[in-house]
């Protein structure tokens, strides 16, 4: 059975970071695509990037050089480091994986405020 669990969420100040986890469960990691995801209240859900099984990253224009996207096989944890960060990336952060059917992980909020 797939389980995703995200965590390292929380409440930072205008300009500060974080980095949220990842942690996998019951799938073969290293071969599959991970993505991270947001949802703002009142907003859709949206593709933050993602890293391929090959470590190729991708991110949506407002977050490049702001955010990246890492993974570790071993620990079988994908993680997202988080700076320079703005209000408007405050949301719940998802994590996803796609085998067959789309699994995703329940979420960490991440509060960016002052």
């Known amino acids: 059975q797939v389980r995703l669990v995200e965590s390292g969420g929380g409440l930072v100040q205008p300009g500060g970071s974080l980095r949220l986890s990842c942690k996998a469960s019951?799938?073969?990691?290293?071969?599959?695509?991970l993505g991270w995801y947001r949802q703002a209240p009142g907003k859709q859900r949206e593709s933050v990037g993602n890293?391929?099984?090959?470590?190729?990253?991708t991110y949506i224009d407002s977050v490049k050089g702001r955010f990246t996207i890492s993974r570790d096989n071993v620990r079988r944890t994908m993680y997202l480091q988080m700076n320079s960060l703005k209000p408007e990336d405050t949301a719940r952060y998802y994590c996803r994986v796609e085998l067959g059917r789309v699994f995703w992980g329940r979420g960490t909020q991440v509060t960016v405020s002052s």
């Open positions: 019951g799938l073969n990691f290293r071969l599959y695509t």
């Open positions: 890293i391929t099984s090959g470590h190729i990253t």
